[in-house]
T-cell receptor, first 113, second 122 residues
Framework: AQSVTQLGSHVSVSEGALVLLRCNYS??????LFWYVQYPNQGLQLLLK??????LVKGINGFEAEFKKSETSFHLTKPSAHMSDAAEYFC???????????FGKGTKLSVKP | GAVVSQHPSRVICKSGTSVKIECRSL??????MFWYRQFPKQSLMLMAT?????????EQGVEKDKFLINHASLTLSTLTVTSAHPEDSSFYIC??????????????????FGPGTRLTVL
């Protein structure tokens, strides 16, 4: 069975600082991995996805994530935080094209001026 | 990108009434749609998966007689919360997935999410 663990329910950084949101997964087969962002009272927007191509994935808004099979991780990073990055971030895993998405519990990112 | 809409965005109803939420894929045909429920400050929990023209598949613990799902066309799925009670108050989000043949490899398996519906049952 697949599962996703997001370390840290709340991360706070200063504007301009590095953003690091952690995600570890468990999967018995090569996974598809996703990061979504959710702003208050809105749906989910896809930031980036890993689908067995390049291990370093670049997404929208300057975010990127690296798939590390040996560490079963897919951490999300951004070199310099912006106030507009404040939101809830969800990591998700699915088993291939037909699998449902399994979401982590989410990490709330706060950005201080 | 693909757009999914939900209507209404917010609904307040009295206990005992039924509420219908619509999910539409605006610029693509969705063979599969998903309904999620999100409690405050929690993650999304999959409620059910619906395929056009067939019965929905409900996740364990979700009452199919209470949460009626209809996927009558390739662009519309509806979720009806029957005899709603305060504990049904939540944020309901739908997503839609298009047939893989329509997408390039990079879009494989991608679900497109609606903006959500906030249900408050008094």
């Amino acid at each position: 069975a697949q599962s996703v663990t997001q370390l840290g329910s709340h991360v706070s950084v200063s504007e301009g600082a590095l953003v690091l949101l952690r995600c570890n997964y468990s999967s018995s087969v090569p996974p598809y991995l996703f990061w979504y962002v959710q702003y208050p009272n809105q749906g989910l927007q896809l930031l980036l996805k890993y689908t067995s191509a390049a291990t370093l994935v670049k997404g929208i808004n300057g975010f990127e994530a690296e798939f590390k099979k040996s560490e079963t991780s897919f951490h999300l990073t951004k070199p310099s935080a912006h106030m507009s990055d404040a939101a809830e971030y969800f990591c998700a895993v699915s088993l291939g094209s037909q699998g449902n998405l399994i979401f982590g519990k989410g990490t709330k990112l706060s950005v201080k001026p | 990108g693909a757009v999914v809409s939900q209507h209404p965005s917010r609904v307040i109803c009295k206990s005992g009434t039924s509420v219908k939420i619509e999910c539409r894929s605006l610029d693509f045909q969705a063979t599969t749609m998903f309904w999620y429920r999100q409690f405050p400050k929690q993650s999304l929990m999959l409620m059910a998966t619906s395929n056009e023209g067939s019965k929905a598949t409900y996740e364990q613990g979700v009452e199919k007689d209470k949460f009626l799902i209809n996927h009558a066309s390739l662009t519309l799925s509806t979720l009806t919360v029957t005899s709603a009670h305060p504990e049904d108050s939540s944020f309901y989000i739908c997503s839609a997935r298009a047939p893989s043949v329509l997408w390039a490899e990079s879009s494989y398996n991608e679900q497109f999410f609606g903006p959500g519906t906030r249900l408050t049952v008094l």
